[in-house]
């Protein structure tokens, strides 16, 4: 039954555990699930169950998004987000191994503190942060979450901080001013 149920396609688990593994989908991204939230709705026979998953999905060479699905079961929850996400990319500005400059994002009661770092720090950062920023390919940062640690908020205001960035390059140019 189980090697049928691989030949026709199902049993999307075994792939799914491979590539959470690796860290890595077919196309060469980086996808970490955030949060996996059951919800119930009480009809007449019982309960009926659903699941919502947050996903952020990155190249770890810049480009990073995050997704949110919802399905019946978990594993088509994650395929959702993670095409929602795949959709959405976009590219972050960095200066070597971190980022150009401190920056504060906000979404909601969220708000998230982006500093840069020395090169060998790492990355000083809690779990939706820490996702966000391994999968866009930062490697040295420093952050303070503030105010609400909701997950999908923390996420949000991570990527509006780092849509904030930008680089002596793109400032000069917005500018009009040569460097």
């Known amino acids: 039954m189980a090697q049928e149920k691989q030949e026709r396609g199902g049993g999307g688990g075994e792939r799914r555990r491979n590539r959470k593994e690796e860290g890595k989908s077919d196309s ?50 994650v395929d959702k987000a993670v095409k929602s996400a795949s959709r959405r990319m976009k590219k972050v500005p960095m200066r070597g191994s971190t980022i150009p400059h401190r920056v504060t994002g906000r979404y909601g009661a969220s708000k998230v503190l982006l500093i840069p770092a020395a090169p060998g720090t790492g990355i000083i950062a809690g779990r939706g942060v820490r996702d966000v920023v391994v999968a866009a390919g930062i490697h040295d940062i420093l952050t303070k979450n503030l105010g609400s640690t909701n997950p999908i908020n923390v996420v949000k205001a991570t990527l509006d901080g780092l849509s904030k960035l930008r680089t002596r390059e793109s400032v000069a140019e917005l500018r009009g001013v040569t460097l």
């Open 28 to 77: 060469d991204q980086f996808e970490s699930v955030i949060q996996i939230k059951r919800c119930a709705a009480v009809v007449k026979g019982g309960r009926r169950f659903s699941f919502n998953a947050l996903v952020v999905v990155g190249d770890k060479r810049g480009s990073v998004s995050f997704g949110y699905g919802k399905a019946k079961e978990v594993p088509p929850a």
